[in-house]
Every structure is written in structure tokens, then in C-alpha cells.
């Protein structure tokens, strides 16, 4: 296959010193924020507003930047049915990885059988306040309502309350339609490019509290739920954790090796988002970063801007794990036989109800509640049995869909033929590149002025040119609109 090659000279990156950069304070936050929940429960739990706080300034900019993102990818590409076949292929890739996940943890609750001997009766299980409030979330919850609820009913609801998906929906008809405009559109495709530098600058100033808002969320995980939990269920977690990690090396290390890239060296290059994960628990803080760093790697902005924020809500490998794990776990603890055409019928209703409960605080729960369900063999009242680990599952599940998503744009910007191998080696290996012409964001850690951090995005020319290289304009609507004139 012929790829497109946009690698530049290769040099040394000269990365600051290791105190210096960002993920060695991140990790050294969270030991802390480890130690203080422990050692002082309280104040453990005191420090909840620094965590929430932090993961809400980051939520606020994932909208804006999925939705600003996907408009300036769509609106410039020449060819329109080229970005429905990159959306067909990645659902397709979506659907396959999600059936390997749930299999892989299948098999492994399957051998081990951790859920046997527990001999639960599912009459005598106490629900807690909470939990029951997701159980009746996943009770009413129908696998098609997923579908249903991508298209808002507002046009602004999207952004408010945070749903991807419908932002994504948005962000599509409006990239179209842009399209679709050509040269009328394009002051409106420029402006869209500098918001999202913008975004991404306002994104470099929040990254600076990353390391307060992980030891605030993780002081408070601790404080609240203790080390009693990980002690009492330490065979099912360990299992879960051991189950990603092999998914991980085995499945997403396969996809790259095809890719004749190393997933370990793209794990590397991701430690930054994946502290961050860590540290809150959930991915979203660490998509802007996903995005960025997948386009200085060379992915093209089209791909990146609709296959990333597409997989949070439809390429949840780390959660597929989890339900099929937690599912027959529950089974085997409420002495419940499943055969084995029951378990294909429930990975077959678990590949619907997985995707029905994206975004949703709890989300893992309702989907979980909505399977057993739907099945109606498994008691949904067993979820108690799990309930108080859910807290220590939730990085693994984090941090297993963001690799999963990482991989899945790669993947399929090679079957777009559009993926540079030997680029994306560099820049994983952390050699400096030449930017991408157009499309290659400056670096979350980069300190520039604006201006010249749009310069260096490839928006517009610097203010005062020096030459008549540099007064051309550098994006193609610019190009446009000097010719209209």
C-alpha cells in the first residue's frame, strides 16, 4: 500500500529534565494523594473539591474541542466520501475490538471461576442508596435508546450537559455543510482553526494543575473507600487488571506489530495522559492530549477528529472486560449456570448495552444493570457484590479504552492509507520532526506566545513578514480567498 509521508529531518528532541516534565509530578501526586487518604481518611476525603474541581475544567474544553476539531477536519477535506469510509471502517474496527474484549473476559472469569463458593442469595443482598439509583438507571435503560439519542433536541443541550455523541452528530452536519459552502465557508473554516488553537492554549494553562487535581481525586478514592475493599475482593481485581494487561499486549500489541510499530514505545509516549488517567480515574482529561499528540505523529486532523471522540463512546475495551468479567462473576456468585449459548447471547446484548451508557456518570454500572436485564437470568441485585471495588476498576477500564482508541486511530488511518509509519516511529521513539504542513498543534507543554502558536499551527502567516514566503497565506482557505479577490 502507498502511505503518504510527511516525516520530516529527525533530531534528538531535547526534552527538559525528568523533575521538569509534567507525568513525574502527576505520579508523584498521586503517591501522595495515596499516602494522605490512607494515613488521614479525613483529609483524604476533604480534598475532593481540588480533584473535581480540576476534572470539571478539563471536561469543559472536551465539547469545544471534539466539536471544533471534527467541523475543521471535515470542512477541508476535497473529498466528502472519504470521511464516510473512514467512519464505516472505524465502526467496523469498534465492533471487532469490542468482541475480542468482551471474549478475552469471558475466558478469563471462565478458568478461574473467582465466583464460585460465594454462594450469595440475591433476596438478602442490602442495597445501598446509590447503587440502587443506578440500578433503576439500567433497569429503564433499552439497548436502542443509544441510537435514538444521538440526534439532540437542542442545539446548544449538547455542549451544556456534555454529550459527546450528540456534539459529534453536530459537529458532523456542520462540517458538511461548511464543506459543502467552498469558498463562502471559508472565513468561517479559518475561524474555526484559530478557536482551536485557542482551545488547545486555554487546554496548556489547566494541564499546569494536573498534578493538584490527581492527588485531590486520588486522597479522596482512598479516603473514601479505603484499602479494606482491595483486600476483601483482591482476586477479582487482580484478575480484571491481569485480563487488560494481557488484552493490551496481546490484542492492541498484535494491531501494532501489524503496523510494524511498538505498542510499548506509543505507551511511552502517552505517559503524560496516562498519569493524568490514572490519577482521576476517567479519560476524558487526557482526549485533547490523545488528539494532539496523534497529530503531530502525522495522523491526518480528519481521522483523528472523528475516529478519537467516536471511539470514547464506541470503542470502550476496557469496559467490554469489565462487564463480561463482572456479568459471570455475578452469575457464579448466585450459584446461576450459564451455558455456554447463553454467555455468546450475553457478549451479543452486551456489544448494544456497552455503547448505551457512554458519558453517563456510572456509566459502567447502568450497562451492566441494563445487561442483566436484558438477559433476566443473572439477579441485578448481585452488582452489590461488586459495588465497593468498582472505585479500584475504574483506571484499569480508563486507561485500557484510551489505549485501545490511541491504537484504533493508527490502525485506521493505515487502512485509509494515509498513516506514516516511520513518522509516527520517530516521533513514539521521541525524536524531533518537522511539523505537519497545516495540521501539526504545537505541544501541550510549549510556552509561546498565541500568535505564534497559531503560526506554528499552520493557520495564518506571522504579522510582520519578512519575505514573500512567509507572506503567503498557509491554509488553503486563505489561498481561496486571495484568489476571490
Not at 477536519?73 to 467512519?87: N, P, Q, R, W
Not at 450469595?120 to 443509544?146: C, N, R, V, Y
Not at 449459548?341 to 451508557?357: D, E
Amino acid at each position: 500500500m502507498d502511505h503518504v509521508t510527511t516525516a520530516g529531518r529527525a533530531t534528538p528532541a531535547n526534552k527538559p529534565r525528568w523533575y521538569r516534565q509534567l507525568y513525574f509530578w502527576v505520579l508523584t501526586a498521586i503517591v501522595i494523594g495515596v499516602l494522605v487518604g490512607w494515613l488521614a481518611p479525613a483529609t483524604g476525603i476533604a480534598m475532593e473539591p481540588i480533584g473535581t474541581t480540576f476534572v470539571n475544567a478539563m471536561k469543559m474544553l472536551i465539547g469545544p474541542i471534539v466539536f471544533l476539531t471534527i467541523v475543521g477536519g471535515i470542512a477541508s477535506v476535497a473529498d466528502l466520501k472519504k470521511v464516510g469510509m473512514t467512519g464505516l471502517k472505524a465502526l467496523t474496527y469498534f465492533q471487532i475490538g469490542t468482541i475480542c474484549a468482551l471474549a478475552i473476559g469471558l475466558v478469563a472469569i471462565n478458568v478461574f471461576r473467582l465466583g464460585e463458593g460465594v454462594n450469595a442469595d440475591p433476596g438478602s443482598i442490602k442495597t445501598s442508596d446509590s447503587a440502587a439509583k443506578l440500578i433503576d438507571a439500567g433497569q429503564h435503560q433499552e439497548w436502542w435508546q443509544f441510537i435514538t439519542n444521538i440526534i439532540p433536541t437542542s442545539i446548544v443541550q449538547p455542549f451544556v450537559v456534555g454529550d459527546i455523541l450528540q456534539i459529534i452528530f453536530i459537529a458532523v452536519v456542520f462540517g458538511i455543510a461548511l464543506n459543502a459552502m467552498g469558498k463562502v465557508g471559508a472565513p468561517v473554516l479559518d475561524g474555526v482553526q484559530r478557536l482551536t488553537g485557542v482551545m488547545f492554549k486555554i487546554l496548556g494553562f489547566i494541564m499546569k494543575a494536573a498534578p493538584l487535581g490527581a492527588f485531590g481525586a486520588m486522597a479522596f478514592a482512598v479516603g473514601k473507600y479505603g484499602v479494606s475493599s482491595l483486600t476483601s475482593m483482591g482476586g477479582l481485581i487482580a484478575l480484571f487488571y491481569a485480563t487488560s494487561i494481557v488484552f493490551v499486549v496481546v490484542v492492541l500489541g498484535s494491531v501494532m506489530a501489524f503496523l510494524r510499530l511498538n505498542i510499548f514505545s506509543m505507551i511511552r509516549h502517552f505517559k503524560e495522559e496516562y498519569m493524568l488517567i490514572l490519577g482521576t480515574s476517567t479519560a476524558e482529561p487526557a482526549l485533547p492530549g490523545l488528539m494532539r499528540k496523534l497529530e503531530h505523529a502525522g495522523v491526518k486532523k480528519e481521522t483523528v477528529g472523528l475516529v478519537v471522540p467516536t471511539g470514547y463512546s464506541f470503542n470502550l475495551d476496557g469496559a467490554a472486560i469489565y462487564l463480561s468479567l463482572a456479568a459471570l462473576y455475578i452469575a457464579q456468585a448466585t450459584n446461576t449456570h450459564l451455558s455456554i449459548g447463553q454467555q455468546l447471547g450475553l457478549l451479543a446484548v452486551m456489544l448494544l448495552t456497552s455503547k448505551g451508557a457512554a458519558g453517563v456518570a456510572g456509566g459502567g454500572f447502568i450497562a451492566l444493570t441494563a445487561t442483566l436485564a436484558t438477559i433476566g437470568t443473572i439477579p441485578a441485585a448481585g452488582i452489590m457484590l461488586i459495588f465497593g471495588i468498582d472505585k479500584f476498576m475504574s483506571e484499569c477500564r480508563a486507561l485500557v479504552n484510551f489505549t485501545g482508541n490511541a491504537v484504533a486511530t493508527l490502525f485506521i488511518a493505515w487502512w485509509d492509507r494515509t498513516l506514516d509509519a516511520e513518522r509516527v516511529r520517530r516521533v513514539f521513539a521521541g525524536e524531533a520532526v518537522e511539523p505537519v504542513p497545516g495540521q501539526d498543534p504545537v505541544h501541550v507543554d510549549d510556552a509561546m506566545d498565541i500568535d505564534d502558536d497559531l503560526v506554528e499551527y499552520g493557520r495564518h502567516s506571522p504579522k510582520h513578514p519578512s519575505s514573500a514566503a512567509d507572506a503567503a497565506p498557509k491554509h488553503s482557505a486563505d489561498a481561496d480567498l486571495a484568489q476571490s479577490r
